[in-house]
């Protein structure tokens, strides 16, 4: 077998391997969110791949998110430890966040966001309302909710949303880099 063939076929084994890695340690912390599989460039991606789903596990079963809609802010809990509260907005009259216990089903850096009325896709920037973050917990077959950053900070601390909680970007980009898919979220009255 030809040099070249071999590190090919030898470099798929690997991504796939790595592919099987991921979908494992997602369907371990009780996921249901689906996700796709960029297949690495190169063996050092691949290392780093899997690395990052230990670390995402960890954060999914040591990390808590918990929501006082009263108080209009989140608090990230680490180990039954507390270690950061932010100030929130929450979902208005007849668009109430939904309270109960959930877990983190997708993350998404830098998030589209669609008009749902005009179908209009504002892409990452100034001018999306999502901001710089989108961290989604709950979903029917029309809607989603999650926490997410906003181009419209002066309405945090509010009931405003319709159903979303909003937050501060530099506060959402902290809290992204703390938590998983699988995270719980614990949402209170």
Not at 66 to 72: M, Q, T, Y
Not at 75 to 90: E, F, I, N, R
Request: hydrophobic content about 40%.
């Amino acid at each position: 077998m030809a040099r070249n063939e071999l590190l090919s076929r030898s470099f798929m084994f690997l991504s796939f391997a790595t592919a099987s890695l991921l979908i494992a340690a997602q369907w371990q912390v009780g996921s249901t969110a689906s996700f796709s599989i960029k297949l690495p460039g190169s063996a050092s991606e691949t290392r780093m791949l899997a690395a990052h789903a230990n670390v995402s596990t960890a954060a999914a079963r040591t990390v808590r998110l918990v929501i006082d809609l009263s108080d209009r802010e989140v608090s990230v809990y680490k180990q039954d430890k507390l270690h950061a509260t932010y100030p929130v907005a929450v979902g208005q009259a007849g668009w109430e966040t939904p309270t109960g216990t959930f877990r983190v089903t997708d993350m998404e850096p830098r998030p589209n966001w669609q008009h749902p009325i005009t179908k209009q896709v504002i892409p990452p920037g100034p001018d999306n309302p999502l901001g710089s973050r989108w961290i989604g917990f709950w979903a029917d077959d029309s809607s989603q909710i999650g926490f997410h950053g906003t181009n419209q900070e002066d309405g945090i601390g509010q009931a405003i949303s319709h159903g979303c909680v909003r937050m501060l970007n530099r506060d959402i980009e902290a809290m992204f880099a703390q938590v998983a898919v699988g995270t719980t979220v614990v949402v209170k009255p």
